[in-house]
């Protein structure tokens, strides 16, 4: 009998493995890389209090200390209490495959941070210190600019302001010493009422037409294939009661009309339209790697 191999999470036997839709001779790879780009930053424990003392606006680096490698946090884990300061993990974004990935993604999350702080203040995330990306470029909050950089920056924004033109970011490039480039439904926080207190992880968030909007899948804890297959009917159920909730919070915050304001639909109305039209399915195919073949699977009287 063939012996589990080890993944980054537990181990993975042959048969299990002959039946995931993903590359698992890849992921095998991912323990070796891990220590590897570990060992890669552990080695530059000078850098990193160097950068966190600069965006935290600190007298001196001796004032951080960077926790022991073990108790790094990796994947989807998130820490209680602490500053992170996060680096994305080559062997998973597929750096070594296509170069660069790792600083799309940065700008990625980056971007999406730096929107929301600035368009939607009233959703809880992270604070956003500052990102780097792998070519040099360094990028800090506006209050860490030297005295005259800061007003020069003020100044500009104001300009903008009154010719009704744009806004920048509030973040800024600038230089912090030296660069580190890599050599190689859990996003969600909410407290005891289910409030959402913070959302993590937005390198993923994506613009999309509103079209395209739809009931999360991780509703029922099932992959998107399993939902198609043979459980839809578990997943409807949970769907109808999640859109009674997400209908009657959008009515609290809108009027009572079928319109927002600006004669657009409301999100609750695009939503159900999608999944009785079948346009859910299509949807999940394009935003699924293992759901490519989702429509071709579906009853016909699922897609009208």
Same mark, same amino acid.
């Given at each position: 009998m063939l012996k589990p191999l080890p993944l980054l999470r537990g181990e993975i036997t042959y048969p299990t493995a002959k039946a995931e839709e993903v590359n698992i001779l890849y992921r095998l790879r991912y323990p070796a890389? #891990? =220590?590897?780009?570990?060992? /890669?930053?552990?080695? #530059?424990?000078? %850098?990193?209090?160097? &950068? &966190?003392?600069? /965006?935290?606006?600190?007298?001196?680096?001796?004032?951080?200390? !960077?926790?022991?490698?073990?108790? %790094?946090? /990796? +994947? #989807? $884990?998130q820490p209680g209490q602490r500053v992170l300061i996060r680096f994305p993990l080559p062997y998973r974004v597929g750096e070594a495959f296509h170069p660069g990935n790792g600083d799309e993604k940065i700008r990625c999350e980056a971007g999406t941070y730096a929107h929301l702080q600035e368009n939607c203040p009233e959703i809880p995330i992270p604070r956003l210190y500052g990102f780097a990306t792998s070519d040099g470029e360094t990028f800090t909050r506006l209050q860490n600019l030297p005295f005259l950089a800061r007003c020069f920056q003020y100044l500009r924004r104001q300009l903008l302001s009154w010719l009704g033109r744009p806004l920048p970011t509030r973040y800024v490039r600038h230089d912090v010493g030296s660069q580190i480039s890599a050599e $190689? +439904? *859990?996003?969600?926080? !909410?407290? #005891?009422?289910?409030?959402?207190? *913070?959302? !993590?992880?937005? $390198? %993923? =968030? *994506?613009t999309r037409p509103v079209e395209m909007l739809r009931t999360p899948t991780w509703l029922t804890n099932k992959a998107c294939d399993e939902i198609a297959e043979e459980g839809q009917e578990e997943y409807d159920k949970v769907r109808e009661e999640?859109?009674?909730?997400?209908?009657?919070? $959008?009515?609290? =915050?809108?009027s009572c009309a079928s319109f927002n304001d600006d004669g657009k639909l409301r999100l609750s109305a695009v939503m159900k339209q999608n999944w009785d039209k079948g346009i859910f399915w299509y949807t999940l195919a394009l935003a699924s790697p293992t759901g490519g073949r989702l429509h071709q699977d579906l009853p016909e009287e699922n897609v009208r």
């Open positions: 890389e #891990k =220590a590897k780009f570990f060992n /890669h930053i552990d080695n #530059k424990r000078n %850098w990193i209090t160097t &950068v &966190v003392a600069h /965006h935290l606006k600190l007298k001196s680096p001796a004032l951080c200390q !960077v926790a022991d490698a073990e108790n %790094w946090y /990796h +994947g #989807k $884990e $190689e +439904g *859990s996003n969600i926080f !909410v407290d #005891k009422n289910w409030n959402i207190t *913070s959302l !993590v992880d937005l $390198e %993923w =968030a *994506s999640f859109m009674d909730n997400f209908t009657a919070e $959008e009515e609290q =915050a809108q």
